[in-house]
Every structure is written in structure tokens, then in C-alpha cells.
T-cell receptor, first 112, second 112 residues
Framework: GQNIDQPTEMTATEGAIVQINCTYQTSGFNGLFWYQQHAGEAPTFLSYNVLDGLEEKGRFSSFLSRSKGYSYLLLKELQMKDSASYLCAVRRTTDSWGKFQFGAGTQVVVTP | NAGVTQTPKFRVLKTGQSMTLLCAQDMNHEYMYWYRQDPGMGLRLIHYSVGEGTTAKGEVPDGYNVSRLKKQNFLLGLESAAPSQTSVYFC???????????FGPGTRLTVL
């Protein structure tokens, strides 16, 4: 199968750290993406990983392990505005048109 | 730049009616995508296009047709709407050389 699995919901306190895990089938892997989506709005791009390791961008970091089919998005110093759904997406080399497959998303709730 | 725009923003149809959703982008992007988003299921690809005059099926193409007559526009048609097509529809575009998809604001469609 081509499943992309991520937790449905996570709750964390303002100022804390939250790690959102994403696992995927490794066949034909050609890049992993994280998007943020606030309720009622369009997804917006956060990060892209194609090689193993950690990519840091301000308060957000994304990690990839290709051999394990595993990624995580780390949100540091949580703010109320970080309450949103976070979508993991995979691109595969078997898709010549550059298709992306999305996970169902993880709803992050930040509490005061 | 307006980015990616979608019309209409909301629409209510009766079963069996037809309609066309319009997506327009002003970034000269080669790739364009139509997704639907349903609760708990994430974004699912309906159809996509790699350039003017070219379209291809995604994960859930049944009941939909598309056309890309101009590079900046990607139309999604529902010939005979069904209640199962009640969803939020997102259009996205990206440049062939880059990974980031830019999403439109979405169209909320209800089929009664």
C-alpha cells in the first residue's frame, strides 16, 4: 500500500514543544513535504526533505529517515497561532507528473 | 500577484446538476492540481496537469472532468453532481523546477 500515517490530534501548551510523526511506504520515495492548514483556509508549505537529516526553519524543524520511512515535524516555542492541521505529503519517483500523496493531517491544539 | 484564485467560493447543487469550478494562477506555473478534502481523509488528488492541453487522472477521478486550455487556467467539471461529491475543493499550482505547491482558497460544494 501507499499509506501515509500520522496521529489524528495532539494537544500542547503554549511555549512547549510538539513533535508530529509521519510514517510512509518507502517504495519510490522522492521527497517528503509538510504543510500547515488553519481551519477554513488553504494549506501552506512549511518544509521539504529529500535527504536524511534535520532541516531547521525558525521555530519549525523537519526530520527525515528514508530507510525507516519516517519523518517528524517539530514545533518549538508553541504559540496560539500554531493551532492548525499539519499535513504530511510524499512524492514518488513512480509518478512522472510529480503527484503528491497526502496524509489525513494532524490537528494540533495549543492551550494557554 | 493574486497567486491562485478559485471561483466560486461556495456553491449548493441539487443531485444531477452540473457545474464548473475555475482555478486561475498568475505565476506562470506549469503544474496544476485539483484536490478534494473530506473530514478525516486529507487531500485526495482528482486530476492534474503538467501543461497547457495536458491532463491526467489522480486518485479519485470518477465523476469529474478537467480541461487546461490555457496555461493559467484549470477547470474542474462535474457533469452530474452526486451527494458523495459534497466536499471542499482545492486547486494548487507549482513550477516544474520547484517543489512547493501554492493552494487556492478552496471551493465549498454541497450537493443535496
Amino acid at each position: 500500500g501507499q499509506n501515509i500515517d500520522q496521529p489524528t490530534e495532539m494537544t500542547a501548551t503554549e511555549g512547549a514543544i510538539v513533535q508530529i510523526n509521519c510514517t510512509y511506504q518507502t517504495s519510490g520515495f522522492n521527497g517528503l513535504f509538510w504543510y500547515q492548514q488553519h481551519a477554513g483556509e488553504a494549506p501552506t508549505f512549511l518544509s521539504y526533505n529529500v535527504l536524511d537529516g534535520l532541516e531547521e526553519k525558525g521555530r519549525f524543524s523537519s526530520f527525515l529517515s528514508r530507510s525507516k520511512g519516517y519523518s517528524y515535524l517539530l514545533l518549538k516555542e508553541l504559540q496560539m497561532k500554531d493551532s492548525a492541521s499539519y499535513l504530511c505529503a510524499v512524492r514518488r519517483t513512480t509518478d512522472s507528473w510529480g503527484k503528491f500523496q497526502f496524509g489525513a493531517g494532524t490537528q494540533v491544539v495549543v492551550t494557554p | 500577484n493574486a497567486g491562485v484564485t478559485q471561483t466560486p467560493k461556495f456553491r449548493v447543487l441539487k443531485t444531477g446538476q452540473s457545474m464548473t469550478l475555475l482555478c486561475a494562477q498568475d505565476m506562470n506555473h506549469e503544474y496544476m492540481y485539483w484536490y478534494r478534502q473530506d473530514p478525516g481523509m486529507g487531500l485526495r488528488l482528482i486530476h492534474y496537469s503538467v501543461g497547457e492541453g495536458t491532463t491526467a487522472k489522480g486518485e479519485v477521478p470518477d465523476g469529474y472532468n478537467v480541461s487546461r486550455l490555457k496555461k493559467q487556467n484549470f477547470l474542474l467539471g462535474l457533469e452530474s453532481a452526486a451527494p458523495s461529491q459534497t466536499s471542499v475543493y482545492f486547486c494548487a499550482s507549482r513550477a516544474a523546477a520547484y517543489n512547493e505547491q501554492f493552494f487556492g482558497p478552496g471551493t465549498r460544494l454541497t450537493v443535496l
